[in-house]
């Protein structure tokens, strides 16, 4: 299976803030990383595929980049809605595999 | 538009089987294609992906799970199931179905709300 390693595992930010999260694939995916943003007692909701795509609908402040094993989520100017815990998944084979997620908090 | 809603037991004994349904509503489940998901989540930790079933009726389960998973799918009612056998606590979980694009570039684009399962006797 392909580990899914996300880094940090928690963070602390305040509104406003520019928020790098990290993903790192155990092999070559190449840009088959998805994104997904959960708020306590919802469904996750997909932020970006494919690497780089954003979901329609989804703020521009959100963007994908990476390639191969090395993915980052970017958040810039950090908006209350925003503290939540991210996910990264792979959809390069099966099965489908999420990193541990990232949780995002006030500082 | 598209949703997913998922309904089945909140409580299973162990040893016994979990049976989840997911019911498609705007749309219909036999066109397109799609990965028709289901995914779960322990309290206060990350995602496992179960398994789908395409379109066309063929499945890939997570061999995770050991052979206790069986997914269907019956276009007569736009809904798609879960059966997980020989449960135990270690299955307690908020379950999500979910529909992913059977497109290279597969995403879980539509969720459940999800749904709670306690294992327990």
């Known amino acids: 299976d392909i580990q899914m390693t996300q880094s940090p595992s928690s963070l602390s930010a305040v509104v406003g803030d520019r928020v790098n999260i990290s993903c790192r694939a155990s092999q070559s995916i190449n840009t088959y990383v998805n994104w997904y943003q959960q708020t306590p007692g919802t469904a996750p909701k997909v932020l970006i595929y494919?690497?780089?795509s954003l979901q329609s609908g989804v703020p521009s402040r959100f963007s994908g980049s990476g390639s191969g094993t090395d993915f980052t989520l970017t958040i810039t100017s950090l908006q209350p809605e925003d503290f939540a815990t991210y996910y990264c998944?792979?959809?390069?084979?099966?099965?489908?595999?999420f990193g541990q997620g990232t949780k995002v908090e006030i500082k | 538009q598209v949703q997913l809603q998922e309904s089945g037991p909140g409580l299973v004994k162990p040893s016994q089987t979990l049976s989840l349904t997911c019911t498609l509503s705007?749309?219909?489940?036999?066109?397109?294609?799609?990965?028709w998901s289901w995914i779960r989540q322990p309290a206060g930790k990350g995602l496992e992906w179960i398994g789908h079933i395409y379109t066309s009726g063929s499945t890939n389960y997570n061999h995770s799970l050991k052979n206790r998973v069986t997914i269907s799918v019956d276009t007569s009612k736009n809904q798609f199931s879960l059966k997980l056998s020989s449960v135990t606590a270690a299955d307690t979980a908020t379950y999500y179905c979910?529909?992913?694009?059977?497109?290279?570039?597969?995403?879980?684009?539509?969720w459940g709300q999800g749904t709670m399962v306690t294992v327990s006797s």
């Open positions: 979910a529909r992913a694009t059977a497109t290279k570039m597969s995403v879980f684009d539509i």
């Open positions: 705007g749309g219909s489940i036999s066109s397109g294609s799609f990965y």
């Open positions: 494919a690497a780089t």
């Open positions: 998944q792979q959809s390069y084979v099966t099965p489908r595999t």
